[in-house]
């Protein structure tokens, strides 16, 4: 029985690579599949991972219709037993209606993969749909870091390492960011709420120097006069 499964999880969670994979578990297996996304790192078209896996996708722009895709290909005979949908956190409320609607009247399994919430931890339309929707939510077991270590549950998007909670929802950018560019961080809750970056905790963290302690080096060592 087909099925709509949402695999959610922060950034640096590995979502692109698994969406990769399961492309290529199905399609060894004899299973036709079509690849889709929209607004990858990378590129139009393209769904990327930062393991450094690559592949050509369908790009979704708001005038997509899944229903449509699906129909046009099987009326020039293709199967399309699957799709698989990168970013689906960029996508609409009715596309993700499209697909679970593929899903019932066509038989076809979807494996959506996104992020839930943006950076002011508010859900996504597309990802709210998806939770509301889908027969199942599979929350991706690979676990991105906070900066502390602690398991990272929360996007921030930063300036120059500097976090920012306002703006436009839908802003491309990297966890490899620039200096000055717009980037995005993976925090825990406790930081996310306290708006504490990698580079705010360097700046809030006094140097030994700062205390008036010796170089680690130097520590432990009597003065030569003594």
């Not at 229903?67 to 009715?94: C, K, M, N, P």
């Not at 990272?152 to 490899?176: F, I, K, L, P, S």
Request: net charge negative; glycine share 8%.
């Amino acid at each position: 029985m087909a099925e709509l499964v949402f695999f959610s999880g922060t950034m640096d969670c590995g979502k692109s690579t698994l969406a990769l994979q399961m492309h290529h578990n199905h399609a060894a297996r004899g299973r036709d599949g079509v690849l889709f996304t929209r607004h990858d790192r990378a590129g139009t078209a393209t769904i990327s991972s930062r393991l450094g896996l690559t592949q050509r996708a369908h790009e979704v722009g708001d005038d997509t219709d899944f229903w449509s895709e699906v129909i046009t290909r099987r009326t020039h005979g293709r199967a399309v037993d699957y799709l698989v949908g990168d970013e689906a956190q960029f996508y609409t409320a009715d596309q993700v209606e499209q697909l679970a609607r593929v899903v019932d009247e066509l038989a076809v399994d979807v494996y959506a993969f996104g992020i839930s919430t943006d950076f002011r931890a508010r859900l996504f339309p597309g990802s709210a749909r998806l939770v509301e929707l889908a027969d199942r939510v599979e929350v991706l077991q690979v676990k991105a870091l906070c900066w502390c270590g602690a398991r990272a549950t929360h996007n921030a998007r930063t300036v120059g390492g500097t976090m920012v909670v306002e703006g436009a929802q839908v802003v491309v950018g990297d966890v490899a960011a620039g200096a000055d560019e717009v980037g995005y961080e993976v925090l825990c809750r406790r930081h996310h709420m306290r708006r504490m970056t990698a580079a705010a905790a360097r700046a809030a963290s006094p140097s030994p120097q700062t205390l008036g302690l010796a170089p680690a080096q130097d520590q432990g060592r009597l003065p030569l006069d003594a």
